[in-house]
């Protein structure tokens, strides 16, 4: 026989899952003890539930899916903001939370960590807004069913879910886990299908130089390896989104760069607005990736495909699924080149970072950039956190097999350091992360650097002291947007306890970040290095997006 927490636990790991990320508390202490009976999964414990959160949200990020566990009320509603970035992000994690002991319910008792009422209800209810699925598991003869039922919803959702169990059946006796694939695969409408892709392929052919755009829920749908072989099908030039930076190949023979409107990759927005039909794949049209809803995109000339529906030119083709659509589409495709031969014609050089004349002059961002573009292989990823990282990682070109990691849908600040926890531990070490992260930003979540150490993760963090919420200042500046100045590298030896060993550097000057970047490179532990930087030091795309979108963000109310 398995328990309620054993049957979980497996259907965990038949997902592909090595660990999960917990923090105790008493509605969750028996559950914790049932997960922790199978020895092929590692309970990862965080330092909150937030940062909790936000390390199953980088964990599904590689994975595809994760587990968070948390106590009653005041666990996961902690959780909150991390489970609402995941849903925002299309990411599958399954909150599992302990709940009430069903005598408490039934005899509608007051309870600690409570709102002091007898609605025990308004936990699910709130993540209910959150996630695809909200479920009491109260009865141990039900836990099968509702497990297995809120994980299909997860994975075909690609949402969070939300499984609350009772704290007095999680060691109840259930039904073991029967075989299960886990596997989603979502069938199109025949007639839907062949219909749109005949409109889209009439259209493609006739154009002149088609481009295609590669946009962030196409990973989603799972279908970035089809775009990449779509654009080397027929020919056409490939960008991405700023959102799905790294989701194909930036070594593609047919990319062009990253299509974010005014503050595109050089020559890639020229090329994308001037085309006479574009095709974004996937797409997510927010304010942040159309810089303020100011890119030059026409409707007469745009084909969408979405979740479940494709766009030609303004008809819509509904249950429609991005791989069968793509595929089919594929064969009907004329090869047409011309929108690569135009990108080459004016895309020139990348602009190249140049050396100081003084190694020992302060450091300048435009070099840090270089040094790290200099770093990339496919030994490591990359994690931008919300912020002048966001523009400065957009004009690294990444090696193959090297992951990019943002959060541009929800953007919230300080998602990075728990995130980074989470693709670390999905990477299993086998690439060590560079996190981008600014001062600002690491201050909302820095506990979580104690648990990289604990745990033995090594990733290279860079810390942009700049004293200032960067984006922010750029958007709308105000004395809100100055921040206390850490001593931030002194932080790892506060976490490193006994034995750890991570290190710790600082970089005021050109010199003092080679040398850091040098002992990190030949440092098996993680390698926190603090850069000082001017406060208005910032990537020039910065400046204009800010302006854009603080323009946006400060139209008058209509009065109509």
């Not at 199978?38 to 990020?61: H, K, P, Q, T, V």
Request: glycine share 8%; hydrophobic share 40%; aromatic share 10%.
């Amino acid at each position: 026989m398995s328990t309620v927490g054993t049957y979980l636990a497996k259907r965990f790991q038949e997902l592909g899952l090595n660990d999960y990320f917990a923090i105790p508390g008493d509605y969750n202490l028996g559950l914790l003890d049932e997960l922790l009976k199978n020895s092929s999964l590692r309970m990862i414990n965080c330092c909150n539930e937030l940062n909790a959160g936000y390390a199953a949200d980088g964990y599904a990020r590689i994975k595809g899916v994760s587990a968070l566990v948390v106590t009653y009320s005041v666990g996961g509603l902690s959780a909150v903001n991390a489970v609402a970035g995941a849903y925002a992000e299309n990411l599958p994690i399954l909150v599992i939370s302990g709940g009430p002991n069903t005598n408490s319910v039934q005899d509608a008792e007051i309870l600690h960590h409570t709102l002091a009422t007898e609605n025990y209800s308004y936990v699910r209810e709130i993540f209910a807004k959150i996630t695809a699925h909200s479920v009491f598991i109260h009865r141990p003869s039900d836990a099968p069913m509702q497990i297995d039922t809120a994980i299909a919803i997860a994975l075909d959702k690609k949402k969070p879910v939300y499984i609350e169990i009772a704290c007095n059946i999680a060691g109840a006796n259930v039904s073991p886990p029967t075989q299960r694939a886990l596997n989603v695969k979502r069938l199109s409408d025949t007639s839907s299908l062949a219909a749109a892709i005949d409109d889209a392929a009439n259209h493609l052919n006739a154009a002149v130089k088609p481009v295609l755009v590669a946009g962030s829920k196409s990973r989603a749908c799972e279908a970035t390896a089809m775009i990449e072989t779509l654009s080397q099908s027929c020919g056409y030039a490939l960008a991405a989104m700023p959102d799905a930076k790294g989701f194909v190949s930036e070594q593609h023979p047919n990319y062009i760069g990253i299509y974010w409107g005014p503050v595109s990759s050089p020559g890639c927005g020229e090329i994308v607005e001037s085309s006479d039909l574009y095709f974004f794949i996937g797409p997510n049209f927010n304010d942040y990736t159309t810089v303020g809803h100011v890119c030059n995109i026409q409707p007469k000339k745009l084909i969408v495909i979405a979740d479940g529906s494709v766009s030609v030119a303004g008809k819509v083709y509904t249950e429609v699924y991005m791989n069968e659509f793509l595929n089919g589409l594929k064969e009907k495709l004329k090869f047409n080149d011309a929108s690569v031969k135009g990108y080459k014609r004016i895309a020139g050089a990348a602009p190249l970072y140049q050396e100081p004349d003084d190694l020992n002059s302060p450091l300048t961002t435009r070099f840090l950039f270089g040094q790290i573009q200099k770093l990339l292989s496919s030994d490591y990823a990359v994690l931008a956190e919300t912020g002048d990282s966001w523009f400065n990682g957009m004009r690294l070109n990444l090696p193959e097999n090297c992951p990019f990691e943002i959060q541009m849908q929800y953007g919230s600040i300080g998602w990075s350091v728990g995130a980074l926890l989470g693709v670390q531990a999905a990477l299993h070490n086998k690439k060590r992360v560079i996190a981008l992260i600014g001062d600002g930003s690491f201050q909302m979540s820095a506990q979580e650097l104690s648990t990289l150490i604990r745990y033995g993760f090594k990733p290279i963090i860079f810390l942009m002291n700049n004293a200032s919420y960067t984006i922010e200042v750029q958007i709308h500046d105000g004395p809100y947007n100055v921040i206390n100045n850490w001593r931030y590298a002194d932080l790892v030896e506060v976490f490193n306890g006994e034995q750890a060993k991570a290190r710790a550097f600082k970089a005021p000057t050109h010199q003092a970040l080679l040398d850091a970047i040098e002992e990190a490179k030949n440092t098996d532990a993680l390698c926190f290095i603090e850069v000082i930087l001017d406060k208005d030091d910032c990537n020039k795309n910065l400046l204009e997006w800010g302006a854009r979108v603080a323009s946006y963000n400060s139209r008058s109310p209509r009065t109509n």
